[in-house]
């Protein structure tokens, strides 16, 4: 046999090692595998280079399917080494967990200071919610900006950052009560930046850490922000009552700085941070990523309409306001269970995906059936236990869900993208609802002005769920399969 018979037609050896390069490199992509191997049929394993004959658009289409697959298998070889445990990897998640207590529990806790600076007469419900939504705002607004940053400064850095400026937007906001403008500036836009720095760090780092655990542990790292909630609102509605809220801004403030700087000093990456750019536009070329992130766009709507309004809520029905900030209290606590089952469930029983599409169905059930026609304490209470756990879920699943559909290695930008497109439900969402309140009567109309506010919110969660479950039967059309 000549040199050139040789070449034009590949030993078997030869075509063992392409298939086996084949199969490693498109293991979760069989059609794209298919192409491949009809496309590479000379000696060079590649399958990228065209003859002259061949039509050059099928072997764009592959090369982005082989790209997009290659970067999945190097997520799942890369999880694959991640320790999922030691007192290192639980050490960071009680750190992280520690930023979540006071970032997510004093954001949440907003609706308690708001209705004390709304009783002083400084400005109407509407206007007030505007500040608290512009520091969970600034949140999405700076994702991208802080998925690109990260890589940069490591996460001790950034952590250490948003708590500085966390503290530095409570202190200042207790000289500020006698001017709105002063509180969006420090209460909003200090506090906000702040929060997103932390929420980027909390969000991002303990996913290196796990693997197999990964949904219980951001879990448990978000369930500190719900407890968080639960325990602030109950002290600053004490700490109004005997400080007043100028002091009371000033205490949270020093106490978040004394808590949370240890915290931000111990937390570190595990690995370098994978660098990308601000946006990776070839995400929006996939379904599975556009229906995530128009889903959390609708999602994020209504999640702050119940603790920004429940204390308002309260005192139409003639409860005292220890009552309202009581009803906070126990949303914040229900949010803290509800990101530690859905992590659970999503690890063992359920997957992300599943869990996902129960948290979304479950806070729009309780938005349209239950609050609308709660009018005692008692009915508010399931209510709040019921929303504030699928609440919390929404949080706590979705880094899970976005590493698990766009790959552990994409998932700072991917995550940092979604996130960006919450800005106008975390921005608008609150501000709509009291604008819609004001509409039909405001908090002197009673109990029943606040119902088209909460059916508008609740037809955005049922929008959300939708979509979510559209994505889940788009992947699978079984109904019983871990996803």
């Known amino acids: 046999m000549s040199t050139s018979t040789m070449t034009a037609t590949p030993t078997h050896p030869d075509e063992a090692r392409q298939r086996a390069e084949e199969e490693l490199e498109l293991s979760t992509l069989n059609n794209a595998k298919g192409k491949m191997s009809g496309i590479a049929t000379g000696e060079d394993p590649a399958p990228s280079i065209p003859t002259g004959s061949e039509n050059t658009l099928p072997t764009v289409t592959v090369r982005e399917e082989s790209a997009a697959d290659l970067i999945m298998e190097q997520s799942r070889q890369y999880d694959a080494l991640v320790p999922d445990g030691g007192w290192e990897s639980w050490a960071m998640v009680a750190c992280c967990s520690m930023l979540a207590f006071w970032y997510v529990g004093t954001t949440y806790s907003w609706g308690v200071l708001q209705a004390a600076l709304v009783d ?18 600034m949140l999405s607004a700076l994702a991208m900006l802080n998925s690109r940053l990260l890589p940069l400064v490591g996460a001790r850095s950034m952590a250490i950052a948003g708590v500085i400026l966390m503290s530095l937007g409570q202190i200042l906001a207790g000289f500020a009560t006698h001017s709105v403008a002063a509180l969006f500036v420090t209460a909003g836009v200090m506090m906000g930046v702040g929060v997103s720095f932390c929420f980027m760090v909390i969000s991002i780092t303990p996913a290196q850490y796990f693997s197999k655990k990964r949904g219980t542990a951001i879990g448990i790292v978000y369930a500190g922000g719900g407890l968080g909630g639960a325990v602030i609102s109950l002290a600053l509605e004490a700490a109004v009552k005997r400080l007043g809220v100028p002091w009371t801004f000033r205490l949270v403030g020093l106490v978040m700085l004394a808590c949370c700087l240890p915290a931000a000093w111990f937390i570190h990456e595990r690995t370098s941070f994978p660098k990308a750019g601000f946006i990776d536009w070839s995400l929006f070329k996939s379904w599975d990523f556009v229906l995530l992130f128009v889903s959390g766009a609708f999602a994020t709507f209504p999640l702050f309409v119940p603790p920004f309004f429940l204390p308002l809520y309260a005192q139409s029905l003639h409860m005292s306001t220890s009552m309202g900030a009581t009803l906070v209290c126990l949303f914040n606590f229900s949010s803290a269970v509800g ?22 169905i479950i806070t729009a059930v309780t938005l349209l059936v239950l609050w609308p026609t709660s009018t005692s304490f008692a009915e508010l209470v399931v209510f709040v236990l019921a929303n504030g756990a699928s609440n919390g879920g929404f949080f706590s699943i979705m880094p899970t869900v976005v590493g698990n559909v766009m790959g552990s290695q994409r998932l700072a930008v991917a995550f940092g993208m979604i996130v960006t497109g919450w800005m106008a439900g975390y921005l608008m969402g609150a501000p709509a609802a009291g604008y819609i309140l004001a509409a039909y009567g405001g908090t002197d109309a009673g109990a029943r002005a606040f119902r088209p506010a909460v059916f508008w919110a609740g037809g955005m969660a049922a929008g959300a769920a939708g979509l979510v479950v559209f994505l889940r039967f788009q992947r699978s059309r079984k109904l019983f399969v871990k996803m």
Do not use: E, K, M
């Not at 002083?120 to 705002?137: E, N, Q």
């Not at 990101?339 to 979304?360: A, Y």
């Open 120 to 137: 002083a007469d400084l400005a109407p419900a509407s206007t007030l919610a505007f500040v608290g939504s512009l520091a969970v705002a």
């Open 339 to 360: 990101r530690i089952l859905t992590g659970l469930i999503s690890d063992r029983l359920l997957g992300p995906i599943n869990t996902l599409c129960i948290s979304l």
